[in-house]
């Protein structure tokens, strides 16, 4: 088989950068290692960037997004007995859509089938070959079988398991990771959300997080020990510790109901540099992880595919090296204040099992300091509703 691009990764980043190649006439095979229903299980994201709405338009699959998503112009900061709002409208004139991770992917999935895109799921054993030469190719097996394909670039978008950032030598890569002693335990529950903008909670008892999907389905967060297993939280426990942990005016409306899903993340800082090696070109959770607190993971995925895309059409299109050869330093640039804003809204909202007295008074002092400073909030907006591309 010969195609343009080989994307290796049937996730929300390598279905996002397959539509858009094809709108612009530039052809793609997805390789995906699972199946779609499996895909689509996974409960993640649920806050998108304007730079991410505006790729879904420009990749022609926005309208069920437009018609059933919620703009939100602010979030809710809760800490102690006191909660204030980030009116992110008043201070950038921007805001995020709330539209979950799993209907981006649908959206994708279901463009890309229309358009007759070619994904093949179940590959196994994916390798990528001579990505440093002018012709690399993928092999894969799929039901048995060995296959091939001949391509000019290769994009690795296998998430933080996948083989294509493990494919650049250990003396190209330069890898930067921080683990976090604690993780986060999600709930997805068919219940109308506590408060109709998102509540972040820095309670004594550590952080919690009310989010939503829509009208009648609510995803609760609370941060968790890493010994804790979803399996010893039985919803009971996992609403009462919620309550105690969200301001009472909320807790007072909590509409509580069976989990539909419960999972428990780990919390993760990395990058790993650079993005590019030859013509293979790494995106997303291929090559970072964030802590989930501000939700940037699925957009900092976003701003990849966006700079890779506008790189391969230029090439394509005029013959021009300079975006794809760009690639990894735009890239980076942005994926590293993507991680400082995760990684300062991790440490501000969760209580750390070493930590001193000291520091709390300095975790409380910048809570006071974001509530009663326009020029923190200004900051905490910008950042939250994304960073320009
Ligand atoms: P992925 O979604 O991981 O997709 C990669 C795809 O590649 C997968 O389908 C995988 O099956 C496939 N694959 C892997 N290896 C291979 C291989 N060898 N061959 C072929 N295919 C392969 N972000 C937020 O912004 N907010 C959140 O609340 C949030 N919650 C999260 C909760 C969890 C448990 C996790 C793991 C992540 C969460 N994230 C969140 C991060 C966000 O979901 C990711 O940033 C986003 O999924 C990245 O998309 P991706 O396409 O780069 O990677
Ligand atoms: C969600 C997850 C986040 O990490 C976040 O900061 C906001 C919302 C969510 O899953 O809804």
């Known amino acids: 088989m ?4 080989v994307i290796i990764g049937g996730g929300p980043s390598g279905l996002l950068l397959s539509q858009l190649l094809h709108r612009r006439g530039i052809e793609s ?14 409960i993640r994201a649920g806050v998108l960037e304007t730079g991410l ?20 112009s602010g ?21 995020v859509m709330v539209y979950g991770q799993t209907e981006v992917t649908r959206d994708l999935y279901a463009a890309r089938e229309q358009a007759g895109g070619a994904i093949e799921f179940d590959a196994q054993d994916v390798a990528i070959h001579d990505a440093k030469s002018d012709r690399p190719y993928v092999s894969y097996r799929q039901g048995g079988r060995p296959h091939r394909i001949d391509c000019d670039f290769i994009a690795g978008c296998d998430g933080f398991h996948g083989i294509s950032r ?6 190209v890569r330069r890898e930067y990771e921080k683990i976090y002693p604690f993780g986060w335990l999600g709930i997805l529950s068919e219940t109308p959300p506590v408060n109709h903008e998102l509540i972040y909670s820095a309670s004594d008892r550590g952080f919690a997080l009310c989010s939503m999907r829509n009208e009648k389905l609510s995803r609760y967060y609370i941060q968790c020990s890493l010994s804790d297993k979803p399996e010893d939280w039985t919803d009971a426990a996992f609403w009462q510790e919620l309550i105690r942990r969200i301001p009472e005016s909320f807790a007072a409306n909590l509409v509580t109901g069976p989990s539909i899903e419960k999972s428990i993340a780990p919390l993760r800082s990395f990058v790993t540099e650079p993005m590019q090696w030859g013509r293979l070109f790494l995106c997303g959770d291929a090559a970072h992880i964030v802590p989930p607190t ?8 976003a701003s990849d595919v966006h700079y890779l895309f506008s790189g391969l059409t230029e090439f394509y299109e005029t013959g021009a090296r300079a975006g794809i050869d760009a690639y990894s330093g735009k890239a980076l640039a942005r994926v590293w204040k993507a991680e400082r804003f995760s990684w300062w809204f991790s440490s501000l909202m969760h209580r750390y099992p070493d930590q001193s007295d000291f520091d709390r008074k300095i975790q409380t002092a910048e809570l006071e300091y974001l509530r009663n400073s326009a020029a923190a909030q200004k900051v905490m907006a910008e950042n939250y509703v994304g960073l320009p591309y």
Request: aromatic share 6%; charged share 20%.
């Open 53 to 72: 709405v505006q790729l879904m338009e420009q990749a022609g699959c926005a309208t069920r997004m437009h018609a059933e998503g919620f703009i939100h």
């Open 75 to 95: 979030t809710q900061i809760s800490y102690g007995t006191d909660i204030f709002r980030i009116d992110f409208a008043a201070h950038t004139g921007s805001n």
């Open 166 to 171: 493990q494919s650049i030598p250990l003396d």
């Open 29 to 42: 095979i997805v390789l995906e290692r699972k199946t779609k229903d499996y895909v689509l299980g996974r």
């Open 294 to 301: 501000g939700a940037k993971g699925l957009n900092t995925a």
């Open 2 to 5: 010969k195609t343009q691009v």
